[in-house]
């Protein structure tokens, strides 16, 4: 009989033993949630580095800032080739959940030909439609490094169909938006879209040589 009631007490403790470690097992994330900051530590600094090729000010409803940036090719970016692109931004005011990054490629008159706001490790999307270190999850204070690999597209729209790119120069644009809201640059060049302009490039396209081109193209067809 003792040993009855001691094997009974035995199982007793284990089953006390697995459902406290049940109880205590952390839950698996759901969406919304905070990022792990570790993940993202060799993105965070403390102080811009003294490496950084441009210092630039692009303030973005004085919550955040563009502070610097790295860029190559730095001169020319012919249509098809790519830009690497490394932006250190600082988060210099309180923001709610959501906000996130945007990066559009604009042609010598303005207009988008192209937006990369999902490039790089910062801006991975994620289930709920964020980005996995965005603005909203940043220190203030502290230094993010936002590195962009950029594709120069090789056509445009015009007309209602694709087309080669015709622009001699792109310029890479930023901002920080949420929903249909972007925030007012307040500071740095931008344009009406809220979107501040980082730097151009040139492209090698030669305008006049594409135009002959065309209007060689296009008296072809007609004959």
């Not at 936002?146 to 622009?167: C, F, M, N």
Request: glycine residues 10%; neutral net charge.
């Amino acid at each position: 009989m003792r040993q009855v009631v001691s094997r009974v007490g035995r199982y007793c403790q284990l089953g006390a033993l697995w459902l406290l470690l049940a109880c205590s097992t952390p839950p698996e994330p759901t969406d919304g949630e905070a990022p792990d900051t570790a993940n993202f530590a060799q993105y965070t600094l403390k102080r811009v580095p003294a490496t950084v090729q441009h210092r630039t000010y692009l303030d973005f409803g004085g919550k955040v800032q563009l502070i610097g940036y790295d860029v190559s090719p730095s001169d020319v970016a012919p249509p098809g080739s790519t830009v690497s692109l490394t932006l250190y931004w600082q988060r210099t005011g309180s923001l709610d959940q959501g906000w996130k990054l945007f990066t559009h490629i604009l042609d010598a008159n303005g207009r988008q030909i192209a937006q990369r706001d999902s490039s790089g490790p910062l801006r991975q999307p994620t289930p709920d439609g964020g980005q996995a270190f965005g603005p909203s999850s940043w220190e203030l204070g502290k230094i993010y490094v936002d590195e962009l690999s950029i594709e120069v597209p090789g056509t445009q729209q015009r007309g209602g169909r694709q087309v080669p790119l015709a622009t001699e120069t792109i310029t890479l644009a930023v901002g920080v938006w949420k929903d249909a809201a972007r925030l007012d640059v307040l500071g740095g060049a931008s344009d009406a879209h809220r979107r501040g302009f980082v730097t151009s490039l040139k492209t090698g396209v030669k305008l006049e040589a594409q135009r002959e081109a065309e209007q060689d193209t296009q008296k072809a067809s007609d004959g």
